[in-house]
């Protein structure tokens, strides 16, 4: 299970953007975009979250994944098309392979959401 790897990494960059905040901030959301192409698996990655951040200061915290679908691009037809992941990666028209993928490769922090001791909800990409 990867995504228990991929946590803890996930952990780690918040927490050096959380530590060299002047004030700590209680962190409600983090905001991930996850590819269907990366093989991640959102609920494994929920869990592993949820398990992880136990008693840290993320404890609480929501995780909130967006997915983007694997889009790829044939050269021979000119045109966008989205490959069946497991089943079916060439060009569903012509056959050609998989050469270009467009969308479907992201992980990352998209944003995290805090609240600072105004109690005011901020906003801020890592």
């Known amino acids: ?6 946590t803890k990494a996930l952990i780690v960059t918040v927490r050096n953007w959380w530590e060299a905040q002047s004030e700590r901030p209680r962190i409600s959301h983090v905001h991930l975009t996850v590819g269907q192409f990366t093989c991640v698996e959102p609920v494994s990655l929920q869990f592993a979250f949820e398990v992880q951040t136990r008693n840290t200061f ?3 915290a929501k995780l909130v994944i967006q997915e983007t679908p694997l889009i790829a691009f044939c050269y021979r037809c000119q ?3 989205r490959p069946e992941i497991g089943i079916q990666y060439a060009c569903p028209d012509c056959h050609s392979p998989m050469e270009d993928i467009r ?3 992201e992980l990352k922090i998209d944003r995290i959401e805090y609240c600072s001791d105004s109690v005011e909800t901020h906003a801020s990409n890592v």
Do not use: I, N, P, V
């Open 79 to 81: 045109q966008e098309y």
């Open 103 to 105: 969308s479907g490769r």
């Open 58 to 60: 993320l404890e609480g």
């Open 1 to 6: 299970m990867h995504e228990t790897d991929m």
